[in-house]
């Protein structure tokens, strides 16, 4: 087996007072060869730290030097102080760190008990994938659950996790836009033609295809898509059917009509007769 050696070069700054009796040029002679004087550490500097491989044979270093004893024992003192305080400086660091993180972690944004979302089928291949969203009241987007059929239980498994995983990063305020730009252009089978969304024609695997289709619906990246919006309304062809009036036509359109329990009128606000001042007072 062989044994390192492990070499430390510090600067070391300090100052030795010594008491003279009398000053003369014998006496100051003599001071390199006293060990009785008072030694102060002014600094002590990590210079370089260099490793040797040693033969079993050879186990004892021959690079000590003489060194005066109370030099060397005030030397070592202050070593062992500064590293001690620099060890408890680092735990004190990482227990604020961790309290911190711990903090960090508690503030999830709990989607609510009845949530808003959409189903988006889509076939690649001959792989039918299921995307489920589920929104908080403000619109964003907080989950997501992917299906899928003609797969093992391993697969499935996988990508039910993966889109628990997901839904915690939302829900504890990760942003969506750092999860396409990670996932977006993914390469795996199965790949190619998308069958079933308008938007969305081609895809390079299953993790490239959901990303982009949450960026077009809920970022507005329509960089990402393969074709112009084309369901969009026309206000002005809307018309009353079974004496509705057009704008309930509409909401009933874009709501989900299972999230309101078919109750549209009692979930509607009237507005029409209620005007807003946008004029600033100076």
């Given at each position: 087996m062989s044994k390192y050696l492990v070499e430390t070069f510090y600067t070391c700054s300090f100052k030795i007072t010594h008491k003279l009796d009398e000053l003369s040029e014998?006496?100051?002679?003599?001071?390199?060869?006293?060990?009785?004087?008072?030694?102060?550490?002014?600094?002590?500097?990590?210079?370089?730290?260099?490793?040797?491989?040693?033969?079993?044979?050879?186990?004892?270093?021959?690079?000590?030097?003489?060194?005066?004893?109370?030099?060397?024992?005030?030397?070592?003192?202050?070593?062992?102080?500064?590293?001690?305080?620099?060890t408890d400086n680092?735990?004190?660091?990482?227990?604020?760190?961790?309290?911190?993180?711990?903090?960090?972690?508690?503030?999830?944004?709990?989607?609510?008990?009845?949530?808003?979302?959409?189903i988006q089928k889509v076939t690649i291949g001959n792989h039918k994938i299921y995307l489920h969203t589920g929104e908080y009241d403000d619109g964003k987007v907080g989950e997501i659950f992917i299906d899928m059929n003609k797969e093992g239980e391993l697969v499935k498994a996988l990508m039910n996790n993966f889109a628990i995983a997901i839904s915690?990063?939302?829900?504890?305020?990760?942003?969506?836009?750092?999860?396409?730009?990670?996932?977006?252009?993914?390469?795996?089978?199965?790949?190619?033609?998308?069958?079933?969304?308008?938007?969305?024609?081609?895809?390079?695997?299953?993790?490239?295809?959901?990303?982009?289709?949450?960026?077009?619906?809920?970022l507005g990246r329509e960089d990402l898509a393969h074709t112009p919006s084309i369901n969009k309304h026309d206000h002005s062809k809307v018309q009353s059917y079974d004496g509705e009036d057009a704008f309930l036509k509409l909401v009933k359109d874009i709501t989900s009509k299972g999230f309101v329990r078919n109750k549209y009128k009692d979930k509607l606000v009237d507005l029409s007769n209620v005007r807003i001042n946008l004029k600033s007072n100076k």
């Amino acid at each position: 087996m062989s044994k390192y050696l492990v070499e430390t070069f510090y600067t070391c700054s300090f100052k030795i007072t010594h008491k003279l009796d009398e000053l003369s040029e014998k006496k100051l002679s003599e001071l390199e060869n006293r060990n009785d004087g008072e030694v102060e550490i002014v600094d002590v500097k990590l210079n370089t730290r260099k490793t040797k491989v040693l033969n079993n044979k050879n186990t004892k270093s021959e690079l000590t030097e003489k060194k005066s004893p109370i030099i060397s024992s005030v030397v070592n003192e202050k070593l062992i102080s500064s590293t001690k305080i620099k060890t408890d400086n680092d735990s004190n660091l990482n227990q604020t760190n961790a309290q911190k993180l711990k903090n960090k972690f508690n503030d999830r944004s709990r989607m609510p008990d009845r949530r808003k979302g959409y189903i988006q089928k889509v076939t690649i291949g001959n792989h039918k994938i299921y995307l489920h969203t589920g929104e908080y009241d403000d619109g964003k987007v907080g989950e997501i659950f992917i299906d899928m059929n003609k797969e093992g239980e391993l697969v499935k498994a996988l990508m039910n996790n993966f889109a628990i995983a997901i839904s915690l990063g939302l829900q504890y305020g990760v942003p969506l836009d750092e999860f396409v730009d990670a996932f977006i252009e993914t390469k795996f089978e199965p790949s190619g033609q998308i069958k079933g969304n308008d938007r969305i024609l081609s895809a390079s695997s299953i993790l490239d295809y959901i990303f982009r289709e949450l960026a077009i619906s809920y970022l507005g990246r329509e960089d990402l898509a393969h074709t112009p919006s084309i369901n969009k309304h026309d206000h002005s062809k809307v018309q009353s059917y079974d004496g509705e009036d057009a704008f309930l036509k509409l909401v009933k359109d874009i709501t989900s009509k299972g999230f309101v329990r078919n109750k549209y009128k009692d979930k509607l606000v009237d507005l029409s007769n209620v005007r807003i001042n946008l004029k600033s007072n100076k």
